[in-house]
């Protein structure tokens, strides 16, 4: 009765933990604003805050990826999509380590700044 019970405890515990425990998803983001501007990169999702960094003097350190699509569709929203960034958009990295908060990314209008978002 007792292995019953953990396999079952185990199993709600499991069934209501958060498979991305290190920020939102872009569905989260999109389903309350579907204007938001964010792109995501390693499962990790990225918002534009151009405002805040654009006076700083960041350096593109490495060429990461490119923007493969464009949608605000929660459902379709994946790796290396972006609510607002055209396809093919080049993303840099501002590190030489494996450690990305921050990408920059290159278009036409001028360097974009998107930051990690970290649930905390």
């Not at 792109?39 to 654009?54: A, H, I, K, M």
């Not at 993303?91 to 380590?97: D, E, G, V």
């Not at 036409?108 to 905390?120: P, S, V």
């Given at each position: 009765?007792?292995?019953?019970?953990?396999?079952?405890?185990?199993?709600?515990?499991a069934?209501?933990?958060?498979n991305n425990?290190?920020?939102?998803?872009?569905?989260?983001?999109?389903?309350?604003?579907?204007?938001?501007?964010?792109?995501?990169?390693?499962?990790?999702?990225?918002?534009?805050?151009?405002?805040?960094?654009?006076?700083?003097d960041?350096?593109?350190?490495?060429?990461?990826?490119?923007?493969?699509?464009?949608?605000?569709?929660?459902?379709?929203f994946?790796?290396?999509?972006?609510?607002?960034?055209?396809?093919?958009?080049?993303?840099?990295?501002?590190?030489?380590?494996?450690n990305?908060?921050?990408?920059?990314?290159?278009t036409?209008?001028?360097?974009?700044?998107?930051?990690?978002?970290?649930?905390?």
């Open positions: 009765m007792y292995k019953l019970l953990m396999i079952v405890f185990l199993s709600v515990l069934g209501c933990s958060n425990s290190n920020g939102p998803t872009a569905t989260d983001i999109l389903e309350n604003n579907p204007s938001a501007d964010i792109l995501q990169y390693e499962g990790q999702v990225f918002s534009n805050l151009t405002d805040r960094y654009q006076d700083q960041m350096e593109k350190v490495e060429l990461v990826a490119e923007v493969k699509k464009q949608t605000n569709d929660p459902s379709q994946d790796d290396l999509s972006a609510s607002t960034l055209e396809r093919g958009t080049e993303l840099y990295s501002t590190s030489r380590k494996g990305v908060l921050l990408l920059i990314a290159s036409t209008e001028g360097d974009q700044y998107y930051r990690i978002l970290l649930e905390g």
